[in-house]
Nanobody, 129 residues
Framework: QVQLVESGGGLVQAGGSLRLSCAAS????????MGWFRQAPGKERNFVAA??????????ADSDSVKGRFTISRDNAKNTVYLQMNSLKPEDTAVYYC????????????????????WGQGTQVTVSS
């Protein structure tokens, strides 16, 4: 089991930027694919982005909602995954969750919540218009 703690959320004006961090701990934390999801009030949790355990591959949500604005990255020396969010919009307001793949060294990046086995507690991002 991997333990995940998110940070970096907050209140920002539209057009601004935030960088979310997810600190991972546990025996396999450095060898796990990681992802970010978000859940707006009254809506389901949606996939945002994922990154392979090596950092060599990334996957973003199919919709145009985050492409070109959000960037996922990781620093395995720090066991930390990041989500850089630029040009934020009010519709980006949500609780953002970090997640870890169910298995270490998995060769395929999961793009749905069922592919992830560990979750953080979430961090609130609020974008004002």
């Amino acid at each position: 089991q991997v333990q995940l703690v998110e940070s970096g959320g907050g209140l920002v004006q539209a057009g601004g930027s935030l960088r979310l961090s997810c600190a991972a701990s546990g025996r396999t934390s450095g060898s796990i694919n990681m992802g970010w999801f978000r859940q707006a009030p009254g809506k389901e949790r949606n996939f945002v982005a994922a990154i392979s355990w090596s950092g060599g591959s990334t996957l973003y949500a199919d919709s145009d909602s985050v492409k070109g604005r959000f960037t996922i990255s990781r620093d395995n020396a720090k066991n930390t995954v990041y989500l850089q969010m630029n040009s934020l919009k009010p519709e980006d307001t949500a609780v953002y969750y970090c997640a870890a793949d169910r298995f270490p060294y998995s060769s395929s990046l999961p793009g749905t919540s069922s592919g992830f086995g560990s979750w953080g507690q979430g961090t609130q991002v609020t974008v004002s218009s």
